[in-house]
């Protein structure tokens, strides 16, 4: 029980932090997979009695957790439990249901619905989380790259300048020398732990 209250106040919280805007589109697309399964399922119980819709119902809410996350999801499973009450189960165009079959269909549905949402909001969060770290790599490995051509560069003339005996007599010009390479050195090996 705690756990479940734990597992919905985080929902909540992420809910609380999205932006919006970016779920309508999401949330409108899963919206019109439940209205053309719902035709569909229409015409097709013209020619079939069909006596449990609802699992048809979690194929928006694949698509809506997928493509948008938690939110799209519950918002489908909400359309998809609603039609499927309000003209697939007897009473028809009302949302009472009375058959316990059928009610314990839909609150199957609610839990199945919710669980597959869940797993397909990881899944795209998973999904994300792998490309940014393919985007981190491939960025690491460039600007490392453009780090040594220069460094090179700096390296080999700082130790041109250690070596060069007037340098190395002069005690002004030689510790500046000594530090310059060194500290060439050390950025060098600092890109090369990058």
């Known amino acids: 029980h705690r756990r479940m209250l734990r597992a919905c106040k985080r929902i ?6 999205m932006p919006w805007m970016a779920l309508l589109p999401v ?4 919206l019109a997979l439940v209205a053309l399964l719902t035709a569909g399922i229409a015409a097709a119980s013209l020619i079939t009695n069909i006596n449990h819709v609802t699992i048809i119902y979690l194929i ?3 698509v809506a957790a997928i493509r948008g996350g938690i939110v799209p999801a519950v918002v489908a499973a909400l359309a998809g439990i609603s039609v499927a ?3 697939f189960y007897p009473p028809i165009y009302d949302f009472r249901v009375r058959n316990p079959v059928q009610l314990i269909d839909l609150a199957l ?3 199945v619905a919710v669980v597959t949402g869940h797993l397909a909001a990881n899944l795209r969060r998973a999904k994300i989380r792998e ?3 393919a985007l981190r790599e491939v960025m690491i490995g460039s600007v490392s790259h453009e780090l040594r051509t220069p460094l090179a ?4 003339s700082a130790s041109v300048l250690v070596q060069t005996p007037e340098i190395a007599r002069d005690p002004r010009l030689s510790p500046l020398a000594r530090g310059l390479h060194e500290e060439a050195e050390r950025l060098n090996d600092l890109i090369q732990d990058l």
């Open 12 to 17: 909540a919280k992420r809910i609380a932090g």
């Open 27 to 30: 949330i409108g697309l899963s």
């Open 60 to 62: 928006p809410v694949l």
């Open 85 to 87: 009450a309000f003209l």
């Open 109 to 111: 549905f609610i839990f």
């Open 131 to 133: 490309q940014a770290d």
């Open 153 to 156: 560069t700096i390296l080999g």
